[in-house]
């Protein structure tokens, strides 16, 4: 038996806080919650925490502050980057905030949404529309991830272009912080500047500063109308020209444009069942590009159109299919959001989730591809995402013949040759998954002196006794 779980004294204090259906124990449950969606990481805990209130929260903090216990935050356990696994060390707990799923409040009036940390991004969407409204953020993992792990990774997704990243979508937070301390912060105000914004230290800090228990959310006017179609491109920088067309166009009406290639809509095809190709086959870039208005008769269908026959005039689109119903854009953006699973089922992949100024995204597409197929010969580059944000998911899928250790034990080498490349074009090494446990070594060579020291004397100041979440983030 491991050492943490001979003695029964945290494990009884726990349970006095959080009663018999907030703690678990047995090896068969905490299993499902040791492991990432990845599969990269297995640590080991002696117990999930389930609170149900921000008070439990915090009485399992304080109590974890006492007797130098780690704690581990998650939400829907989807991180790409290993932040929500432990380590393979004793005295470790995972505190799940699941059951802390509530929406507190939704006020149409000043267009907010206060809920709870746990909340399932679907559900917080669903509850927005059913109010009339939207909360825009959007994402591939929205039936898992939940709200706290969204802001706790500043997730970006699909509809940042248009509406900004998690962190533009919070007005203010609940805190519990690493001694149990409260920061009631949940203040609905649009302008608010009373001091340091420390509602923003806890967003993109990966669970390593504190416990996002609720948050006040921006709630948009609803999409009364849509224009979705999926085109055939012929390279990347056709791609990039049709960006601009549709931003020249109206700006305001796209929410999202994303880019896929060739080889990715090729493992959609192979592996989820059900997928379709609304185009010619063949094609070798693709992007998805979705126009919304809040106001019926925007004439986006006309937009849609216009703007795609001027780019075939001009040899920027070979191809292309306008979704003619709910049914058929929900199709095209299966294939998109369809990408992470298929490529996951074709077999080992490492990811790059870079960004570069939206100017540079052909080249960096085109240069990474090329220096990933020199240096693992076979293996097969996956470029695919949110193009207009100049973040692009360069992936890259094993060769076929080749064993899955083999492939991934060059991981690092794969990382390094696409972060050399993001560096000339001065991007970033992760643009939205966030650092994690996958990225800390890379953070002294990317935000080394004066911005990691920063870095570190705020985990000092707020976590001196580092229990939140080490490991992650800070090398
Ligand atoms: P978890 O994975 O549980 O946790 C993420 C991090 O936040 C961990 O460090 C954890 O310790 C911490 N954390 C969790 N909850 C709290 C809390 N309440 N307080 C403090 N810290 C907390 N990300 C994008 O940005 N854009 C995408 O398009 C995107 N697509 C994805 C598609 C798929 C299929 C998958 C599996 C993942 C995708 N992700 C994407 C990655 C992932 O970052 C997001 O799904 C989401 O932000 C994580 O939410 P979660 O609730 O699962 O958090
Ligand atoms: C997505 O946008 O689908 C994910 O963030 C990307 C990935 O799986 O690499
Ligand atoms: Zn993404």
Redesign the pocket.
């Known amino acids: 038996m491991p050492d943490d779980l001979r003695s029964p004294g945290p494990l009884d204090a726990f349970r006095r806080i959080l009663g018999p259906n907030g703690i678990l124990t047995a090896e068969s449950d905490l299993e499902p919650y040791l492991a990432d969606?990845r599969g990269l990481y297995r640590g080991r805990a002696m117990a999930l925490l389930r609170p149900a209130s921000t008070e439990e929260v915090s009485a399992c903090v304080r109590l974890c502050a006492e007797q130098g216990i780690t704690i581990?935050?998650?939400?829907?356990?989807?991180?790409?980057v290993g932040?929500?696994t432990p380590e393979a060390k004793p005295n470790q707990v995972i505190l799940s905030?699941a059951r802390m799923n509530r929406v507190r409040e939704i006020d149409t009036a000043d267009m907010t949404m206060t809920v709870e940390?746990g909340l399932i991004l679907q559900k917080a969407q669903q509850v927005a529309a059913d109010h009339g409204t939207l909360f825009p953020l959007s994402?591939?993992?929205e039936g898992?991830?939940?709200i706290?792990?969204?802001?706790?990774?500043n997730?970006?997704?699909?509809t940042t272009v248009r509406y900004g990243n998690?962190r533009e979508l919070m007005l203010g937070l609940e805190v519990v912080l690493p001694d149990g301390g409260v920061i009631n912060g949940l203040r609905r105000l649009r302008k608010d500047n009373t001091g340091y914004a420390l509602r923003h230290l806890?967003v993109g800090?990966?669970?390593t500063l504190?416990?996002?228990?609720a948050a006040v959310l921006r709630l948009f006017p609803a999409a009364k109308e849509t224009a979705t179609a999926l085109c055939a491109v012929p390279s990347e920088d056709a791609a990039l020209a049709l960006f601009r067309r549709f931003r020249a166009a109206d700006e305001g009406a796209v929410r999202a444009f994303e880019y896929m290639s060739g080889i990715g809509m090729g493992l959609v095809m192979d592996n989820i069942e059900g997928a379709t190709l609304p185009v010619a086959p063949g094609f070798e870039h693709f992007v998805l590009v979705d126009l919304s208005a809040s106001r019926e008769g925007a004439g986006l269908r006309n937009l849609l159109e216009q703007v795609l026959e001027a780019a075939m005039e001009a040899g920027e689109v070979l191809d292309a299919a306008l979704a003619e119903s709910e049914a058929q854009r929900a199709a095209i953006w299966r294939l998109r959001e369809e990408h992470?699973?298929a490529q996951k089922r074709a077999g080992a992949s490492v990811k790059n989730d870079v960004s570069v100024p939206v100017s540079s995204v052909p080249e960096l597409i085109r240069r990474s591809s090329a220096e990933l197929v020199k240096l693992i010969p076979g293996s097969r580059p996956v470029p695919f995402?949110?193009m207009g944000d100049g973040n692009i998911h360069m992936n890259l899928e094993q060769p076929p013949e080749m064993p899955a250790a083999d492939f991934l034990a060059r991981a690092h080498d794969i990382m390094d040759c696409v972060n050399a490349i993001v560096r000339e074009l001065g991007g970033s090494f992760s643009a939205?998954?966030?650092v994690?446990r996958l990225k800390t070594d890379m953070m002294e060579a990317w935000r080394g002196g004066a911005e990691l020291a920063a870095m570190q004397a705020i985990k000092a100041a707020l976590d001196p006794k580092g229990i939140m979440?080490p490991g992650?983030v800070l090398p």
């Open positions: 969606w581990i935050p998650q939400g829907g356990n989807t991180s790409m932040g929500a905030l940390a994402l591939g993992a898992s991830a939940m706290g792990g969204l802001l706790s990774t997730a970006g997704g699909n998690a806890f800090a990966e669970g504190g416990i996002i228990t992470p699973e995402g949110h939205e998954h966030g994690g979440n992650k």
